[in-house]
């Protein structure tokens, strides 16, 4: 394989110098891949995500790609995924990359509303409260994913220290909750976040953050110049932002990391730095990258790649295209539906160091949804 083949090499973003040495760093490598679940109530706001067509549908979003991530396609999953206002879930290309590599998978619980169907990590944590509430989580829950967090991605880290660990999440209305812990460290994030629409619902996401940090400070559990990170999350964030910090931290220390996603590993990369600032957690910034895809990457209507710029982050988007598919539930991540989501970018990423180009992903994603439509 060629460096920059068209449809074949990520492209940088943000701290491009850095970024390109963590791709050749890992070229040809092995990875394991751990998800972390979560759930906040912010998710259930009406038209703040489109990841489930309706509030009901997107309670158990989460539950449901973790089942289709675990097992793939069933006769009878006991959760099929939700319907979507256009597109089809991003767990299918995580699965196919899965499937194609035989990449261990790890799933972890960091809080959801109700209990998963597949075999989880249970983290302790709790769902959160909305954004608004401007106390989304107890702090002790926080300082208690934190260290789950650290363990295990010091545990997976030392099980295979050759294989560098892919960090995903599923969190519906986790790029609203990433924005409130970015603007709550202290990053002006406001219009460059991203979301599953194909427009940004930047109005909205901003006024349910600004309320709820706004509460946050009225109720002294922020103050208002340089705040504790861990009292940002508990008063606005999410409980995968806090444990994917503390694994990527402990993991960092031994082995290379991708965090698979968009916004909010972006937010997640800043809540690292910040708890390196703030408590002393240091992490080798050269290990680390953040990895999306290029429907987030280039998506007009959001700033991704300005926020990377701004917190001086690596950040890699599979050039993965959906443009030439057979299924218009593919074809809607062209006009930018769904986007990113289960760590699709980052495990897309994957793939390409490992050899496969474009149509091969395209062909591993659309098999896995022919297989998916025929045990239905």
């Not at 009225?218 to 694994?247: C, H, K, R, S, Y």
């Not at 997640?268 to 408590?279: C, D, G, I, P, T």
């Not at 593919?330 to 160091?353: D, F, W």
Request: negative net charge; charged residues 15%.
């Amino acid at each position: 394989m060629t460096l920059g083949v068209e449809l074949t090499w990520p492209r940088c973003y943000g701290n491009i110098a850095q970024g390109d040495r963590w791709l050749r760093q890992f070229q040809g490598a092995r990875s394991q891949f751990a998800c972390v679940l979560g759930f906040t109530e912010t998710g259930l706001i009406p038209g703040i995500s489109a990841a489930g067509a309706t509030p009901a549908d997107r309670e158990w979003t989460a539950i449901a790609d973790a089942e289709f991530l675990y097992h793939g396609p069933q006769p009878n999953p006991q959760f099929p995924l939700p319907p979507l206002t256009a597109g089809a879930s991003p767990t299918l290309i995580s699965r196919a990359v899965v499937e194609g590599f035989h990449v261990p998978l790890h799933l972890l619980n960091a809080g959801l509303r109700h209990a998963p169907t597949v075999p989880c990590i249970d983290l302790g944590g709790t769902p959160a409260r909305c954004v608004s509430t401007g106390a989304a989580l107890d702090l002790p829950t926080v300082l208690r994913l934190l260290q789950a967090g650290l363990d295990w991605g010091d545990r997976f880290a030392q099980a295979q220290p050759d294989a560098y660990l892919l960090i995903g999440e599923c969190v519906v209305g986790g790029t609203t909750t990433a924005l409130s812990l970015l603007t709550g460290l202290g990053w002006a994030a406001a219009g460059k976040v991203n979301s599953s629409h194909p427009a940004c619902n930047h109005a909205q996401k901003w006024d349910i953050v600004s309320a709820g940090l706004s509460r946050a400070l009225e109720q002294g559990t922020l103050a208002p110049d340089n705040p504790d990170p861990l009292a940002v999350v508990a008063a606005v964030g999410d409980p995968m932002q806090i444990a994917v910090a503390g694994m990527a931290i402990a993991a960092s220390r031994v082995t290379g990391v991708l965090l698979a996603g968009g916004t909010q590993m972006l937010a997640v990369y800043a809540l690292m730095r910040s708890l390196q600032q703030h408590h002393g957690l240091d992490w080798p910034a050269e290990r680390v990258a953040v990895g999306t895809t290029r429907w987030v990457a280039e998506d007009p209507t959001g700033d991704t790649a300005g926020l990377a710029a701004d917190l001086n982050a690596p950040l890699l988007a599979t050039p993965l295209s959906f443009a030439a598919s057979r299924y218009a539930s593919l074809r809607a991540y062209e006009q930018g539906y769904v986007k990113e989501g289960v760590g699709a970018g980052g495990c897309a990423i994957a793939a390409h160091l490992l050899g496969w180009h474009n149509a091969d992903l395209l062909s591993a994603v659309e098999s896995l949804l022919h297989r998916a439509g025929k045990a239905t």
